[in-house]
Each structure stands twice: as structure tokens, then as C-alpha cells.
């Protein structure tokens, strides 16, 4: 039994630094990493592969919506057209610093409202899946279980793994709870520990109404911008392996 343990990564951008990247890095075995459209920058990019690089952990592009001043996470108009060429922009911008730093790029994880809409949207689903293709098919797809993205990725033949969260609450439904929502966001590690644990040894997790669904986790997001970040990556990992379940990369 194994999961894979990854971390949205790379989000500093010109004199703002965000995260805690370099503490949080020794302990994931992916990472996502923004490519200057909802966070980040050159510099950081390639900061970010070639401390990836040294760490041994696999380096995925983080594609989001044009929108730094919300971060991604506001829910854009943009058309399945304009989504591909988002994906194939992105992806390939960070590409090229992996192939700068001798390193394959192994997987892409879309960002924020990028991600929610097309967990629900087949249209943007199926324009996420082209724009990875057309750069890279032997890429992985990063994506909530369950979701559009998923059946998406299936229906194109393209790689794809199933992504669960340690810190955020689930609709009955499998989406995650909107964050303006109360109870969107699990504050307390312990709880979101052992919910990690249940999703990957018996590919269970409660929703926010009480009600448990089932759901498939291969991958465990686990978000590097908070105080507690550091201590709650190393708190899980540990978890995970004093519960039999190893931690490597996505094959």
C-alpha cells in the first residue's frame, strides 16, 4: 500500500515570498508548482526545480487562471479554448526549466478555480486533458478523485492519478466545500491526520454533513502556506508510514 505526498510549491512572486518551500520540501515526493499565471515567476520557477532537483522529489506544473491579484481561486469565464492554451502555456513554460536542470517533468496538477470548475465542467475537463496532451502525453494528470477530470484523462488515454485533501472538508457529492463556506478548511491536525490515514487504507472520508463516501487516494495534497505547514507534513508522513501505507512519487 502507497500514496504519493504532494505540495502546491513555487507560489512566491517578485518581492512577496510565500510558503515555506524549502523546510516543506524534504518531506513530499511531488511537487506542484505555480508557473506565473495565479502565482509565481522565472525565477522562482527554476528556484524551485533546482531545489526539487536536489531533494529528489518529481516536479509537476501547477497551471491556474490568469489572476494573481485572487490567486487563481476566482471562478473565470474563460472558454474550453482558452483553458487549453492556459494548460499548454504553463506547462510548458515550467518544462523548460526541468529540461534546463536535466529533469523530466512527470505531472500536472491544475490550481485553485481552474481545478474546481473542471471537476464539474466536462468541457473544461476534456481542454485540460488536450493542453496537457499536445505538450507532453506522457504526463501525469493530477486530479480530484472522482471528478470530471478524472473520467476526462480516462477518456483520452492520458496518465492520470486521484488526488485527495488532508485540510479540506468534502461535499457529498466528492467535491471539496467551497472556502468561503464554514467548516471548509480542517483546522485541526489530528483530525486531518487520521482523515488521511482512513483515506488511504480504506478509501473512505466523512463529508461535512456527516455522511461517509467513498473515494480512491493516490495522491494526498497537503498545502505548504501556513505557520503550521512544516510540522503538519512531517506529522503526516509519519502517519502514513507507522500505518503501513509507504510515501513515494506517482510511477
Known amino acids: 500500500m502507497h500514496i504519493d505526498l504532494n505540495c502546491d510549491l513555487g507560489e512566491s512572486f517578485g518581492a512577496y515570498t510565500l510558503g515555506l518551500d524549502a523546510e516543506v520540501i524534504p518531506f513530499i515526493t511531488s511537487a506542484n508548482v505555480a508557473c506565473g499565471y495565479h502565482a ?14 536536489a531533494a529528489g522529489v518529481a516536479v509537476g506544473a501547477h ?4 489572476d494573481l491579484m485572487g490567486f487563481g481561486r476566482r471562478n473565470l469565464a474563460a472558454s474550453p ?28 496538477k491544475p490550481h485553485g478555480a481552474m481545478y474546481n470548475m473542471a471537476g464539474a465542467n466536462e468541457a473544461l475537463a476534456r481542454a485540460i486533458c488536450e493542453g496537457v496532451q499536445s505538450v507532453n502525453p506522457a504526463l501525469i494528470l493530477l486530479a480530484l478523485s472522482g471528478s470530471k477530470m478524472i473520467d476526462a484523462a480516462k477518456e483520452a488515454g492520458l496518465p492520470y492519478a486521484k488526488e485527495v485533501f488532508a485540510d479540506r472538508a ?32 480504506e478509501g473512505v472520508v466523512e463529508t461535512i454533513t456527516g455522511r461517509e463516501i467513498a473515494l ?20 503526516i508522513r509519519m502517519a502514513l508510514e507507522q500505518n503501513g501505507v509507504a510515501v513515494r512519487a506517482l510511477a
Open 170 to 201: 468534502y461535499e457529498e457529492d466528492g467535491s471539496l466545500v467551497a472556502r468561503g463556506k464554514p467548516g471548509a478548511m480542517i483546522t485541526d491536525e489530528d483530525l486531518a491526520i487520521a482523515r488521511v490515514v482512513r483515506m488511504a487504507k
Open 40 to 53: 509565481g515567476d522565472p525565477l522562482v520557477m527554476d528556484a524551485t526545480v533546482r531545489a526539487c532537483k
Open 81 to 108: 479554448q482558452e483553458v487549453k492554451a492556459y494548460v499548454q502555456y504553463q506547462v510548458g513554460a515550467l518544462q523548460a526549466f526541468c529540461t534546463s536542470h536535466g529533469i523530466a517533468l512527470k505531472h500536472v
Open 216 to 235: 480512491s487516494a493516490e495522491s494526498v495534497c497537503v498545502h505548504g502556506d501556513s505557520p503550521h505547514a512544516l510540522a503538519f507534513v512531517k506529522k
Open 63 to 66: 497551471p491556474g487562471f490568469p
